[in-house]
C-alpha cells in the first residue's frame, strides 16, 4: 500500500505527524508537503516559477519531503515524483481548524484532496475543528488520526465512485466528549468583518483578512450543524459544481 500524505499547515505541523503515526500502520506512507504554512491556498497550482522538492527530517527521524508549491503541488509532485507515479491513496491533514460548508473553495487541506480526485485516487481530507485558537491550547489530533486510520481502511474495501472524495471535520473535544458520526452535506459559511484597515509606521494602510463567523442557526444534516453538536462530520465531496437546476431556466432565455 502506497500512501501520499500532505497537508497546508506545512511539513513540520504536529497533525500531519499523528497521522502519518497510524497510517504506516497501513502501508508505507510518503510526506509531501509544503515547506511553509500555506492555509487558505485553495486550489492553486504553481506554473510560472520553478518548484523545488528538499528532503527533510521530520520530528520523528524519518525523512519527508518539503515542496516550495501549494497544496495542490505537493499532491502532484508526490505523485509523479516521489512515488513515480504509482499511488494507492492520498490523505490530506490534520488540518489545525476546521474545513466546513463553504470554507473547502479557500481550503488548501481539501484541494490537496480535489486534485487527488481530479486524478482518480482515493482521497480524504481531515481537519481538527477548532475555529479559534486559545492561547497555550495543544491541540491533541489522536483521537482524528485514529478515526482517520478507520475511514481509509472502509474506503479502500468500499471505494467511491471516480473523482470523489471524503472531506472530515472532528470536533476539538475529548474523545469521550465526541456523540458520534453524522454523514453531511455542505453548510454555510459567512464572514463578517473580513478585512482590518492598519498603518505601517510611515502612515501607509495595510490590511489584515481574516473575518468573524456570522452567527446563524445552521441547518440539520449540514457539517456545520454536526460538528456544533458534537459530531464528526463526514461529507462526500464530487468535482460536478454544475447548478443542474438552473439548466432549464437558462434554457428560457433562449441564448
Known sequence: MRILLTNDDGIHAPGILALKTVLEGLGEVRVVAPERQRSASGHGMTLHKPLRIT???????????????????????????????????????????????????????????????????????????????????????????????????????????????????????????ILGVAITHQGRREYVDRVATRQDPAGRPYYWQYGNLREYDPDAGSDVHAVLNRRISVTPIQLDLTAYNLMEQLRDWNL
Open 55 to 177: 528532503p527533510t527530517r521530520l520530528a520523528d527521524g524519518s525523512e519527508g519531503f518539503a515542496t516550495s508549491g501549494t497544496p495542490t503541488d505537493c499532491v502532484i509532485l508526490g505523485l509523479d515524483v516521489v512515488w513515480e507515479g504509482e499511488c494507492d491513496l492520498v490523505v490530506s491533514g490534520i488540518n489545525l481548524g476546521s474545513n466546513l460548508g463553504w470554507d473547502v473553495t479557500y481550503s488548501g487541506t481539501v484541494s490537496a484532496a480535489f486534485e487527488a480526485a481530479i486524478l482518480n485516487l482515493p482521497a480524504l481530507a481531515v481537519s481538527l475543528a477548532l475555529d479559534r485558537h486559545v492561547e497555550g491550547y495543544k491541540p491533541d489530533f489522536g483521537t482524528a488520526a485514529q478515526f482517520t486510520l478507520s475511514m481509509a481502511q472502509k474506503l479502500l474495501a468500499d471505494p467511491l465512485p471516480p473523482h470523489t472524495f471524503l472531506n472530515i471535520n472532528v470536533p476539538a473535544i475529548p474523545e469521550n466528549e
